[in-house]
């Protein structure tokens, strides 16, 4: 069907492309902030990612995952 699966090692951030983001979204949008909640970091991570893209001149979208899950 076209899916290929691939393990990667534990630590091993030079694989996984999303490492990359994570270092410059704490780096440069992140850096000597306080977040007083979870949900507050939410916030800061969605638009450090919305002016990075900004910057970088390519569109970002956020997606939204309902959840069955009952708590």
Same mark, same amino acid.
């Given at each position: 069907?076209? !899916?290929?699966?691939?393990? !990667? *090692?534990?630590?091993?951030?030079?694989?996984? *492309?999303? #490492? !990359?983001?994570?270092?410059?979204?704490?780096?440069? #949008?992140?850096?000597?902030?306080?977040?007083?909640? #979870?949900?507050? !970091?939410?916030?800061? +991570?969605?638009?450090? +990612?919305?002016?990075?893209?900004?910057?970088?001149?390519?569109?970002?979208?956020? +997606?939204?995952?309902?959840?069955?899950?009952?708590?």
């Amino acid at each position: 069907m076209g !899916l290929y699966i691939f393990f !990667l *090692p534990k630590y091993c951030s030079e694989m996984n *492309p999303i #490492e !990359l983001e994570w270092q410059h979204l704490k780096k440069d #949008e992140l850096v000597g902030k306080m977040f007083n909640d #979870e949900l507050e !970091l939410a916030y800061a +991570v969605i638009d450090g +990612v919305q002016a990075r893209g900004e910057r970088g001149n390519y569109s970002t979208q956020r +997606v939204k995952f309902n959840s069955n899950r009952s708590s």
